[in-house]
């Protein structure tokens, strides 16, 4: 599972880096090139962008295929998150609670497995504490 992400990742990044080398190529022989050139050369630079962002979400997807048994534990914590925003009064409590989310949909995003419950127990923390319980 791990490996098939990595790997869907790294065709994404290859889709990503032709798409640039065409970008640029388009961009330093703009005027060499004709309009019909640009064109197709911008056509192309956008289906590669565009290959680069299916392959990532592909990626994505694999390793949320891979957390599937967390995967509620996930939702529950980030909702949460989101919920405990409102009742933040510092910039401190909010920059901790929505860095603690930020790195956990990267570690999501970039299939870190060993590191989603670590991202997980840091939200946990950054959580403001109720006066319930």
């Known amino acids: 599972m791990g490996q098939t992400a990595d790997q869907i990742r790294e065709l994404a990044d290859l889709f990503a880096a032709m798409s640039s080398t065409v970008d640029d190529y388009r961009t330093q022989h703009f005027d060499q090139l004709g309009a019909d050139e640009r064109l197709r050369l911008e056509q192309l630079f956008q289906q590669l962008s565009d290959l680069h962002d299916q392959f990532t979400a592909l990626a994505i997807q694999d390793t949320l295929d891979g ?15 989101q919920r405990s925003l409102s009742r933040l009064n510092t910039i401190a409590e909010i920059t901790k609670l929505v860095s603690a989310a930020a790195e956990l949909g990267s570690d999501i995003s970039i299939a ?3 590191a989603i419950p670590h991202a ?14």
């Open 67 to 81: 957390i599937a048994a967390d995967l509620d534990q996930v939702v529950a914590v980030t909702s949460e998150a």
């Open 120 to 133: 997980l127990q840091d939200i946990m923390q950054a959580l403001p504490k109720r006066a319930d319980h």
């Open 112 to 114: 870190d497995y060993g």
